[in-house]
């Protein structure tokens, strides 16, 4: 059971590029979450999904920023037109039901840098 | 608004001795709370969850209580170890939504 992974651990976009996140969650968990982490700060909620279907996307910005969950892959999260206050830890979460009632399961984090 | 608040930014204790953690929350009503550790460089580890209508939870060395009423869960490391050094997030949770996360406690343990 390899947990929950995420690639790639760091990447360097240049601003006005676009970032693509990718976060395969545990086997069996159905329930993907994105959070965003800048340093010293807790963990923002972005978005909840479930296969091809989001949930809550609340604490997601409304421009540029977009995620799925597609039937076959990863959950990706992207980026649009980076700009440097992007920079940040981004982490991915899943769980194999709905809520947290067994806890989350995290990835390890991408580490988005924008130059 | 909702607020999720952890007691100061970091606490320093001295080994063996039993680290405290705060977790405080206004203008929620969760039906569960969750505390997770994290390093640095890594993703948060789930640790406990405790329920609305339970006062207190035990694993090891841990312990965790729910105070509704004064919407507030304290996290308790007893015998502590300098091993136990790291950040401590507390999460708030509905059945049916996603966790809330607070800003994190960073513990350092002497030795």
């Known amino acids: 059971n390899a947990g929950v992974m995420q690639n790639p651990r760091h990447l360097v976009r240049r601003r006005g590029q676009e970032a693509r996140l990718r976060c395969s969650p545990m086997?069996?968990?159905?329930?993907v979450y994105w959070y965003r982490q800048l340093p010293e700060e807790g963990l923002k909620f972005m978005v909840y999904l479930q296969k091809e279907n989001i949930i809550d996307e609340s604490g997601m910005p409304k421009e540029r920023f977009s995620a799925e969950f597609p039937k076959e892959g990863p959950s990706i999260l992207r980026i649009q037109q980076v700009v440097r206050g992007d920079s940040a830890a981004y982490f991915c979460?899943?769980?194999?039901?709905?809520?947290?009632?067994?806890?989350?399961?995290f990835g390890s984090g991408t580490r988005l840098t924008v130059v | 608004s909702q607020k999720i608040e952890q007691n100061s930014e970091a606490l320093n204790i001295q080994e063996g001795k039993t680290a405290t953690l705060t977790c405080n929350y206004t203008n929620y009503s969760p039906a569960y709370l969750q505390w997770y550790r994290q390093d640095p460089g890594r993703g948060p580890v789930f640790l406990l969850l405790i329920r609305e209508n339970e006062k207190e939870k035990r694993k090891e060395r841990l312990k965790v209580t729910f105070d509704t009423t004064l919407k507030q869960s304290l996290f308790h490391i007893t015998a502590s170890q300098p091993a136990d050094s790291a950040t401590y997030l507390c999460a708030l949770g509905y059945n049916n939504n996603d966790m809330r996360f607070g800003a994190g406690t960073r513990l350092t343990v002497k030795p």
């Open positions: 979460a899943s769980s194999p039901g709905q809520g947290g009632l067994n806890g989350y399961t």
């Open positions: 086997k069996g968990h159905s329930h």
